[in-house]
Nanobody
């Protein structure tokens, strides 16, 4: 099990950029697959992006492809989500998730065992 702490949420203007970080409590996080999910009010939890345990596999939701980038810095036990060209539909609570079961960059929330508490991203002009 790994404890995840996200940071970087806040208010961003439409068309702007925001970077989210997810830091893990243990060095073994480097072997974990990690993903970003989001949940807007009144909606279910939605997959955004994921990166495999090796870092060689990356997966994006259609809504994120071309605008968002996920990457990792093993030395910092951290995964990142860079959000560019943000639009109002991106407003949500963003959750970092991780698992060590298969190392696969899955898109299903059920594949992940450990979750952060989720920073709020608000899109407003």
């Amino acid at each position: 099990q790994v404890h995840l702490v996200e940071s970087g949420g806040g208010v961003v203007q439409p068309g702007g950029s925001l970077r989210l970080s997810c830091e893990a409590s243990r060095r073994a996080f480097n072997n974990y697959a990690a993903g970003w999910f989001r949940q807007a009010p009144g909606k279910g939890r939605e997959f955004v992006a994921s990166i495999s345990g090796s870092g060689g596999g990356i997966n994006y939701a259609a809504s994120a492809k071309g605008r968002f980038t996920i990457w990792r810095e093993n030395a910092k036990n951290t995964r990142y989500l860079q959000m560019n060209s943000v639009n109002p539909e991106d407003a949500a609570v963003y959750y970092c998730a991780a698992h060590a079961r298969t190392g696969r960059a899955g898109s299903g929330a059920h594949e992940y065992d450990d979750w952060g508490r989720g920073p709020q991203v608000t899109v407003s002009s």
